[in-house]
C-alpha cells in the first residue's frame, strides 16, 4: 500500500473507520458571533467489502458535523456513516448491491438485460452522499437518486427512508432556498417518452408539501446537476451531455450510459415561476457544469426606459463554473484522481447573458469572469441569492491548467474582475461555505457583502488530519482552525445552520 504513504492528495481518498465525537483543539480565535452546525456530507469509504467503487461520488456517505460555538471558543465533532441499505447491503455480502454513479454491481448475464430500463427503473442506490437539505423541520441526506434519509442534526443517526417527489426518476441535489418569497425551489428529472424532461417544483415554507410548477420538454434531457433562479424566472442550464441507447447497453453504470454531443449545443430553458411556462429557450456553444454560483435580473446600461423590461434591455444574468466538455466526469475517477498528478479538467466562472423574456435584445451573451479553476462554489447566499452580487468563492488551483487535486480557495470580485487566494503546503481545502457576520449593515454596493467567515473543512497531506478553516472573508487571511483526529476524505456539499435560525435556510444552493 504505497500510496498510504503519499503526503499529498491521496490521503483524502483513504477510507475512514472510527466514528468519533469529540471536542477540538483550536487555533486562533472563532469569531464570537459564530454559533451553529455546519454539516456536511461526502464519502468515507470507496469499498464495498471487497470490491473497490470507480469513482469519487461512488462512496459511502459519511455524514460530518461541526457544532461552532464561538462564545465558549468551542468546536465539537462527529463523523457517522449514513445507515443506509446500499451500506448495509455492501456489508453483509462484501460486494456492492445497488447501483452508484459509476460503478454497478456484479452481474451476470441476466443482470445486462436489466440495462435498458436502468434509467426507468434503475435499482437506485439509497447511499445519500452528496448533500444534506432542510425541509420544514426534517433535516436529510441527499443524493440524486429519489431515496433520501432523515438524519438528526446532532447525533447524526440515522431515520426514516423514503422516495422524494415521485413525480421524476431523478431530482437535483442543489434545490434553492429563496429568502424573498419563502420557498424551496427544485427540478427532478424524466427519462423516457413522453414524459421525458424536467419537472420544476416548490416547497412553501411551512409545509412539506411539494407542489409542481411547470414541465420543461426535453428528450432525451441532459444531465443537469444545479440550476439558476431570479426573482422571476427558473433557467435550467442543459448540457449536450445524455443519455445513449446505444451506450446503455454496453456501458457499465449510469454515467458510462450518457454520452457527449457537441453538435446539440448547450441549451437555457427559461421558465416563468408564475405560470410554469417555458418563455425562451437559446441555444449556446456546448459547455459543461456541475454547478451554478448566481443569477439575477437586471435592466441592462443605457437600455430602454421601460419598468416592466417589456420592450427594454432588460437580461438575465447567470454566472456559472464552465467546463469545456463533460470529460470531468471520468477524470473524477479513482482511477485517475488517485495518481500522483490527477490533472483534472479547470472550470472557468463564465457569465451569460440572456434576454429576458419581452425585451428587444437578442442572443446570449457570454465572459469570463475568473479563468482560472473554479468548483464547489459558494456565495453569501442568504443576502445575494436572486440579487446582483460581487463576490464568489470556491475551491481552486494554484497551477493552471490543475495538475493537482484542488489545493487553494479563491474569492472572486465579479465586479472588478480580481480575484485573491489562499492556499497552504499539503493543504487541499474543501467546499467554502460563507456565513454572513450578524447586524453587519448590508448595503447594496457590496461593501459589506464579504463581511462574515469562510468555513471549508480542509485536509493537511502532512500532518493526515483535517481541519475546519477558518477564513475572514473580507482579507481571506487565516482566523482560526479546528483540529480534526482524522484525516476526512473529501466530499461535496454541506450547509451551515445558525442557532436560532426558524427557517429551513441554506447557506448556499
Ligand atoms: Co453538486
Not at 487555533?27 to 456536511?40: A, K, M, V
Not at 426534517?138 to 417527489?165: C, H, K, M, Q
Not at 450518457?258 to 429557450?281: I, N
Not at 447567470?318 to 479538467?345: G, I, K, N, Q, Y
Request: aromatic share 12%.
Amino acid at each position: 500500500m504505497a500510496a498510504d504513504h503519499n503526503n499529498d492528495h491521496r490521503v483524502g481518498f483513504r477510507p475512514v473507520r472510527d466514528e468519533v465525537d469529540e471536542t477540538l483543539s483550536i487555533e486562533g480565535d472563532f469569531p464570537q458571533w459564530l454559533s451553529g452546525t455546519l454539516l456536511r456530507n461526502g464519502p468515507g469509504t470507496w469499498h464495498a467489502g471487497r470490491q473497490p467503487l470507480n469513482h469519487w461520488f461512488d462512496g459511502f456517505a459519511m455524514l460530518r458535523r461541526f457544532r461552532i460555538d464561538g462564545g465558549d471558543g468551542e468546536v465539537a465533532y462527529r463523523n457517522r456513516f449514513l445507515d443506509s441499505g446500499a451500506y448495509t447491503y455492501a456489508r453483509e455480502h462484501g460486494e456492492l448491491g445497488y447501483r452508484e454513479f459509476a460503478t454497478d454491481p456484479p452481474t451476470g448475464p441476466l443482470g445486462r438485460l436489466g440495462r435498458l430500463r436502468r434509467l426507468r427503473s434503475p435499482n437506485f442506490t439509497d447511499n445519500a452522499c452528496v448533500d444534506v437539505c432542510r425541509v420544514g423541520d426534517r433535516y436529510l441526506a441527499t443524493t440524486e437518486s429519489p431515496l433520501v434519509t432523515e438524519i438528526d442534526p446532532r447525533s447524526l443517526e440515522s431515520g426514516r427512508r423514503f422516495e422524494f417527489g415521485g413525480f421524476a426518476d431523478t431530482y437535483t441535489v442543489h434545490p434553492h432556498y429563496d429568502f424573498d418569497r419563502g420557498e424551496l425551489v427544485g427540478y427532478g428529472t424524466s427519462f423516457g417518452g413522453s414524459e421525458s424532461g424536467y419537472t420544476l417544483y416548490s416547497i412553501p415554507d411551512g409545509t412539506e408539501d411539494v407542489s409542481v410548477i411547470g414541465e420543461v420538454e426535453s428528450d432525451p434531457p441532459g444531465y443537469v446537476h444545479s440550476f439558476a433562479l431570479t426573482p422571476n424566472y427558473i433557467v435550467l442550464a442543459e448540457p449536450p451531455f445524455v443519455p445513449s441507447r446505444r451506450r446503455l447497453l454496453t456501458g457499465s453504470s449510469v454515467i458510462d450510459g450518457y454520452e457527449w454531443q457537441p453538435e446539440r449545443g448547450s441549451r437555457f430553458h427559461v421558465v416563468d415561476r408564475e405560470s410554469g411556462d417555458v418563455l425562451a429557450r437559446h441555444r449556446v456553444a456546448p459547455f459543461f457544469c456541475f454547478h451554478h454560483i448566481n443569477a439575477f435580473e437586471r435592466e441592462r446600461e443605457g437600455g430602454g426606459d421601460s419598468d416592466d423590461g417589456v420592450g427594454g434591455q432588460g437580461e438575465i444574468v447567470l454566472d456559472l463554473a464552465a467546463f469545456e466538455d463533460a470529460s470531468v466526469t471520468e477524470a473524477l475517477s479513482l482511477r485517475r484522481l488517485v495518481s500522483a498528478e490527477p490533472s483534472p479538467p479547470a472550470a472557468e466562472l463564465r457569465r451569460y447573458c440572456l434576454p429576458a423574456p419581452g425585451s428587444s435584445r437578442r442572443g446570449v451573451e457570454s465572459e469570463t469572469l475568473y479563468p482560472g479553476h473554479v468548483e464547489l462554489p459558494a456565495i453569501d447566499y442568504a443576502n445575494r441569492n436572486t440579487h446582483d452580487y460581487r463576490y464568489a468563492y470556491g475551491v481552486s488551483n494554484r497551477e493552471r491548467p490543475p495538475e493537482s487535486f484542488q489545493n487553494q480557495l479563491v474569492k472572486v470580485d465579479v465586479r472588478e474582475r480580481d480575484a485573491v487566494t489562499w492556499d497552504e503546503s499539503y493543504a487541499y481545502p474543501g467546499e467554502p461555505v460563507f456565513v454572513p457576520a450578524p447586524d453587519r449593515g448590508d448595503d447594496a454596493d457590496g461593501r459589506n457583502e464579504d463581511d462574515g467567515v469562510i468555513l471549508s473543512v480542509t485536509l493537511d497531506a502532512g500532518a493526515e488530519r483535517s481541519f475546519l478553516l477558518v477564513l475572514d472573508a473580507a482579507t481571506f487571511q487565516e482566523r482560526a482552525r479546528a483540529w480534526c483526529p482524522h484525516p476526512i476524505p473529501f466530499g461535496f456539499h454541506g450547509q451551515f445552520y445558525a442557532d436560532g435560525e426558524e427557517r429551513p435556510t441554506r447557506s448556499m444552493a
